[in-house]
């Protein structure tokens, strides 16, 4: 191992994402003796810089008014401004992280590596990683050479949070190195995602329908077996981009974050991005035709069949209870 | 506005099970249905609805071997005015920015106002788009869902984000944009559109061409290299249910009563 390790943290009105700690577990697992350095940048962020102390041997800290909304053009100038030619910086691969760091691999001179969902050790500084490709069907081992520095996105939830809080670590502010703050992309405001007829996140129930449902006509057949279980319908986000259900019917890391007791997953193949929207351990039954889905591999339970002819035998059965 | 949509040839996942093949090397290709990949065809989509409303022209550019040429012509029957093949066997094995070296080299001899990609493609990576921006040192934004044309230096654009929300800004032209699904509704394209292209010319380019150095892209510019292709062993995984359907529906009652799925 060469350089020292970076994670960047983001964060929501002064807390951190789930990813700051799981960021500490996926640095350790690269290189098992790694005392991480947490960046963090923003406004008025002292108080979270503290509180990441108790995981991260140093903070590095960036307040600025200009960083107060988090614009990954402008962040991309300021990582390059701080971070050593030879570090390893770890990113979570959400909608910030995809808009920053491949960029930033570029301008590094670093590789890039995306959405990493494991570590297998590393020899000398060539590094083992785990990713997975068509949407999580098959995975795949990539090797890169660190030694000359990288930038890793890491799939959130694919790493435990590292809970131990035994760093006592320090604040560094590098603020003054901060480098050039202009940008040719200037944020404007944040339009909040329109609330439908009905508010997915308070079900205890959800029948979830993806791509198997295969036509919009088709989308009753869930509707009458969500009103037999007295559940309500959810999909993916196929279905949305079809048009043929409302935005505030998603499920998943660019829709809505459910925590039902049951969750019926029907013609969906479960990619991370789906399953980032699914919280609170739910009971999952999926039922898909084809017997590779990978929404078979986090299911508690599974059926395999074409849900055009399942979903109404099964709501028959209900209806005769 | 001069346009260019940057698109990728890649298995349908909707028509195909992927599967690794028997060394591990790779899926199996055998049957495998292609098309052009979804967010790439929604940037097409969007291209040509601009260009309409405002006037220029749509260029859609692949990286690919020969078959890549099927994609470029099916978004030429959408309505891109253009088409160009970036093909070499050099090129085989190029990591995400090994494409995006090649991809720059061909926006260096053209003339672009705005260039589009999908979002993502079939590896999940989501990288050639930022990585092409930074080359070119033009403004990036990926996980676009929306494209205002304010004048002929500025958009007003929409990334999505988490949560459903959208996060609003302006960019200067030129620019990189990368491109979300349900941003529009692509057109369909029909067997008679498919023709009415069918003899225009698309232009193969290679590193001659580009003028670039073969050992800088393909496997040997490699800087992330693929290793194997495997299923993973992910915990237990489901317990499926087996039989015929009525004793399939009468365990999964079963269970729902007991999980409380059943009101």
């Known amino acids: ?321 | 506005m001069e346009i260019l949509v940057c698109v990728k040839r890649v298995p349908d996942t909707a028509e195909n099970e992927i599967e690794v093949n028997s060394d591990g090397s790779g899926i199996e290709t055998d049957d495998l249905v292609y098309s052009v990949n979804e967010w790439d065809n929604y940037a097409v989509e969007e291209a040509i609805q601009i260009r309409d409303d405002k006037g220029g022209s749509v260029t859609v550019v692949s990286v690919g071997d020969e078959e890549s040429e099927e994609v470029v012509r099916r978004e030429m029957a959408m309505g891109a005015d253009n088409g160009l093949l970036l093909s070499d066997d050099a090129f085989e094995g190029s990591d995400g920015k090994g494409i995006a070296s090649i991809l720059k080299a061909a926006v260096d001899k053209g003339n672009y106002d705005l260039i589009l990609t999908g979002a993502q493609a079939d590896d999940g990576a989501a990288q050639v788009g930022g990585m092409l921006a930074a080359m070119l040192d033009m403004p990036y934004a990926s996980l676009v869902n929306e494209i205002e044309v304010i004048d002929d230096k500025k958009l007003k654009i929409g990334r999505e984000i988490e949560g459903g929300n959208q996060e609003m800004s302006e960019i200067d032209l030129p620019c990189v944009l990368s491109i979300q699904t349900g941003i529009n509704e692509p057109r369909y394209v029909g067997i008679r559109g498919i023709r009415k292209v069918a003899s225009i010319d698309i232009p193969v380019h290679g590193p001659g061409d580009l003028g670039l150095a073969a050992d800088a892209v393909g496997s040997a510019g490699a800087g992330v290299k693929r290793l194997d292709y495997f299923v993973p062993e992910l915990g237990e995984g489901a317990e499926m249910l087996e039989g015929s359907t009525e004793e399939i529906v009468e365990k999964l009652i079963e269970l729902l009563k007991a999980k409380g799925g059943l009101k």
């Open chain 1, 1 to 321: 191992m060469s350089g020292q390790i970076f994670c960047y943290i983001t964060y929501k009105d002064g807390v951190p994402d789930d990813s700051a700690l799981e960021l500490v577990t996926a640095a350790k697992q690269l290189d098992a003796g790694a005392a991480p350095t947490a960046v963090v940048v923003g406004s008025g962020i002292d108080a979270l810089c503290n509180d990441l102390t108790a995981s991260y041997a140093e903070v590095w800290k960036v307040d600025n008014e200009a960083l107060a909304y988090p614009n990954a053009e402008i962040i991309r100038n300021v990582l390059l401004s701080i971070l050593p030619s030879d570090g390893t910086l770890l990113v979570p691969h959400d909608t910030f992280g995809m808009d920053l760091a491949p960029g930033l691999s570029i301008k590094m001179d670093s590789v890039f590596v995306a959405d990493v969902i494991g570590f297998e050790g590393i020899d000398g500084s060539v590094l083992k990683c785990v990713r997975q490709e068509y949407g999580g069907a098959v995975s795949t081992h990539v090797s890169c050479d660190i030694g000359g520095g990288a930038v890793i996105n890491v799939r959130p939830g694919a790493f435990q949070p590292d809970e131990s809080k035994s760093a006592s670590g320090q604040t560094v502010d590098k603020t003054a190195e901060a480098g050039d703050l202009s940008t040719r992309r200037v944020y404007l405001e944040t339009v909040e995602a329109e609330v439908g007829d009905v508010d997915i996140t308070k079900e205890d129930v959800l029948v979830s329908i993806g791509r198997g449902i295969e036509d919009e006509d088709n989308i009753e057949i869930a509707e009458d077996l969500a009103k037999a279980m007295g559940a309500v319908v959810s999909c993916s986000r196929p279905i949305v981009d079809a048009k043929w259900l409302e935005k505030s019917r998603q499920v998943g890391t660019s829709g809505q974050t459910v925590k039902p007791k049951v969750y019926l997953a029907c013609g969906i193949s479960g990619s991370f991005q789906h399953l980032g929207g699914l919280k609170g351990n739910p009971f999952v039954v999926a039922i898909n035709k084809n017997a590779k889905a990978p929404i078979f591999q986090v299911a508690d339970v599974g059926i395999e069949a074409d849900i055009l002819d399942f979903l109404p035998e099964l709501t028959e059965a209900i209806e005769e209870l």
